[in-house]
C-alpha cells in the first residue's frame, strides 16, 4: 500500500521562528490533507491541498504532486502552534492513510 | 456553521462492560466516519458511512464494536465488552460532497478501561 512519511518527527522552536513540515508520499495520490492536533486532542483541518499552493494566514502548504512530497511553511511560531501535525493522503480506496507526524512545541 | 458534535467526552468504564458514543456531523455532511486514536498514534479508520449505509467497516472489531447511523444523520458506537486494549480516543468526522476522505472532525470522547 501507499506509505506516508513525515518528517522531522519532532521539532523545538522558539516562539517567533518559522518550520518547514515534510511530507513525503510513495503513490499518486486523489487528496491530501494537513491537520494540526493540538494538546487536548483536537484535529482541525488545515490544508485540503492535493496539488499547488495554498495560504492560511501565517501558515501556507505546497504539494508537489508530480515529486510526491508536500510542505506545510509555519511562520512568526507562536505558542498556540504545538501540538502534532499529520499529513493524510486518499489513495485509490477513498480512505485517508495517515502519516506518522511531526511533534512540534513552541517554547515561549 | 457548527462542527461536529461528539458526547460524551470523557468516559471511564471497567473491562466487559459496554459503552456508547454518539455523533452529530455538519449539516449536509452525507460521509461519516470513526477513528479510533491511541496515544502517539496518528488515527485509525473503524466505519465509514455514506447517508445511513456502510461504505467501509474493515478494521471494526465486528465481535464486539458496533456502529449505526439509522437516519442518516447522527451515528452511534458502541463497545460491549470493553476490553483494556480499547482506551483510546474516539474521533467522529463527518465531509461534504466531493471530499475525498475525512476533513472535519469532532472533538472526541476519551474512553478508559479500567
Known amino acids: 500500500g501507499i506509505q506516508v512519511e513525515q518528517s522531522p518527527p519532532d521539532l523545538i522552536l522558539q516562539e517567533g521562528a518559522n518550520s518547514t513540515l515534510r511530507c513525503n508520499f510513495s503513490d499518486s495520490v486523489n487528496n491530501l490533507q494537513w491537520f494540526h492536533q493540538n494538546p487536548w486532542g483536537q484535529l482541525i483541518n488545515l490544508f485540503y491541498i492535493p496539488s499547488g499552493t495554498k495560504q492560511n494566514g501565517r501558515l501556507s502548504a505546497t504539494t508537489v504532486a508530480t515529486e510526491r512530497y508536500s510542505l506545510l511553511y509555519i511562520s512568526s511560531s507562536q505558542t498556540t502552534d504545538s501540538g502534532v501535525y499529520f499529513c493524510?493522503?486518499?489513495?485509490?480506496?477513498?480512505?485517508?492513510?495517515w502519516g506518522a507526524g511531526t511533534k512540534l512545541i513552541i517554547k515561549p | 456553521e457548527a462542527g461536529v458534535a461528539q458526547s460524551p467526552r470523557y468516559k471511564i468504564i471497567e473491562k466487559r462492560q459496554s459503552v456508547a458514543f454518539w455523533c452529530n456531523p455538519i449539516s449536509g455532511h452525507a460521509t461519516l466516519y470513526w477513528y479510533q486514536q491511541i496515544l502517539g498514534q496518528g488515527p485509525k479508520l473503524l466505519i465509514q458511512?455514506?447517508?445511513?449505509?456502510?461504505?467501509?467497516d474493515s478494521q471494526l472489531p465486528k465481535d464486539r464494536f458496533s456502529a449505526e447511523r439509522l437516519k442518516g444523520v447522527d451515528s452511534t458506537l458502541k463497545i460491549q465488552p470493553a476490553k483494556l486494549e480499547d482506551s483510546a480516543v474516539y474521533l467522529c468526522?463527518?465531509?461534504?460532497?466531493?471530499?475525498?476522505?475525512?476533513?472535519?472532525f469532532g472533538p472526541g470522547t476519551r474512553l478508559t478501561v479500567t
Open positions: 468526522a463527518s465531509s461534504p460532497p466531493g471530499i475525498a476522505g475525512a476533513r472535519d
Open positions: 493524510a493522503v486518499v489513495h485509490s480506496n477513498y480512505q485517508l492513510i
Open positions: 458511512f455514506q447517508n445511513n449505509g456502510v461504505v467501509d
